[in-house]
């Protein structure tokens, strides 16, 4: 069993920037995805960005590509969310998950084995 620990969030004015950490107890995995998903209200989750674990490879959304940054730390069990030039419509709860074995796909919530808690990001006009 692998817990995802979230931190971060919070409130901002449009363009600013805030940074999300995804923590898991464990490394019971040596290769697959650790991804970042978000919902807002009445809408359904989707895909913001994920990195393979085993080669670093980064995905982003349309809708982020250019402001948000996707990395892993050092001790290779954290990933980060860095999000620049927030916008209103960033607003959402944001969840990290990992993806033990990798599959065809990294957009897709179904594919993820393992979610952290959410955390809300509010981003003002």
């Known amino acids: 069993q692998v817990q995802l620990v979230q931190s971060g969030g919070g409130l901002v004015q449009a363009g ?3 940074r999300l950490s995804c923590a898991a107890s464990a490394r019971t995995f040596s290769s697959g995805v650790m991804g970042w998903f978000r919902q ?3 809408k359904e989750r989707e895909f913001v960005a994920a990195i393979t674990w085993i080669t670093s490879t980064t995905y982003y959304a349309d809708s982020v ?3 948000f940054t996707i990395s892993r730390g050092n001790t290779k069990t954290t990933v980060y ?6 916008k209103p419509e960033d607003t959402a709860v944001y969840y990290c998950a990992v993806q033990v074995a990798p599959s065809s796909t990294v957009t897709v919530p ?4 393992y979610w952290g808690q959410g955390t809300q990001v509010t981003v003002s006009s």
């Open 65 to 67: 590509k250019g402001r």
């Open 110 to 113: 179904w594919v993820y084995d």
């Open 81 to 86: 969310l860095q999000m620049d030039s927030l």
């Open 40 to 42: 807002a209200p009445g």
């Open 16 to 18: 600013g920037s805030l």
